[in-house]
């Protein structure tokens, strides 16, 4: 069973990001996969500070293992206009 510790500090860290940071997404390997697979979490933040912030939220739970990666394709601005052009012309049509 789950730490129901564990279980609130996943359910409170959206609320308690900073400024700037946001999460992409949690990804956990399915149950058949072989042990010892890494599970994913996408962090979007200009600032190394932000990571550490995540890492001292879980500190006693959960180890990091940050990869700094760049992004090959559009930025949150650019979904972001791309989701409300798509939105536009199907609200029109109503």
């Not at 409170?12 to 940071?21: I, K, N, Q, S, V």
Request: a negative charge.
């Amino acid at each position: 069973s789950i730490d129901p510790r564990f279980l609130q500090l996943v359910v409170d860290l959206p609320l308690r990001l900073p400024a700037g940071c946001s999460i992409v997404g949690s990804y956990g390997s399915l149950g058949a996969s072989p042990q010892g697979l890494p599970n994913v979490m996408i962090v979007e933040t200009d600032t190394l500070d932000h990571l550490t912030f995540i890492t001292n939220y879980y500190s006693g739970f959960l180890d990091f293992q940050w990869t700094p990666a760049r992004s090959i394709g559009s930025n949150k601005d650019q979904r972001e206009q791309w989701r409300q052009s798509v939105q536009a012309p199907a609200a029109a049509n109503r």
